[in-house]
């Protein structure tokens, strides 16, 4: 299955580096790496809004978003470094902790620590499937990424692909009910650094799917795959709410690359005790 994924993949496939799509229409430019000279590039398309708490979050999960992109990058299909799957990482992560709705009502920023804490709390019940923070994941989706299910389109079928989950201590398996089997995949979920994981493996398995349907692997795919489950850029041209979600998201490349291009502080070293005379 592993020669299946792998066969030649980037070979078949122009990939472009990370930056190349990181502004402008989702659009294959034959022209790529030529200067141009038609003005200055436009600016973000929304504010980047970080609550204060967040940004701490996100410095303290910078370990678990480097580990996590080393491990589920998939170079020979996305043809990102594992440094540029990372910040891919951190821009969604930052987009989804601010949404459209924060961004026209702005007094509902302040309340957005609260419906994120109902949400894991309804999940926890095992009565519903809602989205959880940090990294906005649905347990039915956790679920097909533990069971290594990738959805082909339109809902037609699922293969298996080789994804694993780093520290998940889930065997769906072994449980006796689906509430209890959501309850726990919504402790995970709402863990920072393996909801980090989960959505590092979920990008995988975009990787895998845009293989599949045998389209570029670009960021804009991958973010279009979290959001909605596409790749492909005609669906994501069609999707009103993947275009919205990845105009957004674009917003945030300069805040990712800060927190992931700068320098890891030295670890202090303990002061020694002067000797005694």
Known sequence: ML?????????????????????????FDPGFGQRRADGPAPGPVIIPYVRPEFARQMRELRPAILAAAARHNRRELSAMSDHDFAVLIAVIMYNEHFGWFEERVTPVQALTPLYEDLQRETNATGISDLSVWPANIRPSVALEILRQQLPLPHGSATITVPITVAG?????????????LSAAITGEISDPPLAV????????????????????VTWRALAAWHNQGIVAPADLRQNATASDYVRRASAYFATARRLLDAPLPAPTMPRRQPLLE
Not at 3 to 27: I, K, M, N, S, V
Not at 168 to 180: E, L, Y
Request: charged share 25%; hydrophobic share 35%.
């Open 3 to 27: 020669t299946y994924w792998h066969h030649e993949a980037a070979a078949r496939q122009r990939q472009l580096p990370l930056d190349a799509f990181e502004r402008g229409p989702y659009r």
């Open 197 to 216: 994981e989960y959505l590092a493996a979920n990008l995988e398995r975009g990787m895998y799917r845009a293989h599949y349907e045998q389209v570029a």
């Open 168 to 180: 998940s201590t889930i065997r769906p398996a072994t449980f006796d009910s689906r509430s209890q």
